[in-house]
């Protein structure tokens, strides 16, 4: 069983940054692929970013990139998602997803992760 713990979620003022991070607990964390969802009031939760396991390759949501970036530290069993230039509407509950088996060909479904977290809110005041 794999726990994901998320943190570093807060109130930011449009325009500035913030780095959430998550924590992961097993062994073999470097042979995971994980990623960042997001979920606004009221809308399905959408993919904002993914980093592969094998090509440590990135995804990103169009709405993000340039401005958001995905990073893992497998020393820490740790995935970090460093935003900057934010925006009101990156206000979100934001989830962290492990994928523990396979090959991650589809980085922005959902149903490519196993595992989840309970999320942190990041809410971003105009």
């Known amino acids: 069983q794999l726990e994901l713990v998320e943190s570093g979620g807060g109130l930011v003022q449009a325009g500035g940054s913030l780095r959430l991070s998550c924590a992961a607990s097993g062994r073999i964390f470097s042979s995971y692929a994980m990623a960042w969802f997001r979920q606004a009031p009221g809308k399905e939760r959408e993919f904002v970013a993914a980093?592969?396991?094998?090509?440590?390759?990135?995804y990103y949501a169009d709405s993000v990139k340039g401005r958001f970036t995905i990073s893992r530290d497998n020393a820490k069993n740790t995935v970090y998602l460093q935003m900057n230039s934010l925006k009101p509407e990156d206000t979100a509950a934001y989830y962290c997803?492990?994928?523990?088996?396979?090959?991650?060909?589809?980085?922005?479904?959902?149903?490519?992760?196993?595992?989840w977290g309970q999320g942190t809110q990041v809410t971003v005041a105009s």
């Open positions: 997803a492990a994928r523990t088996m396979g090959i991650l060909t589809r980085p922005r479904e959902e149903r490519a992760y196993d595992y």
């Open positions: 980093l592969s396991r094998i090509t440590s390759s990135t």
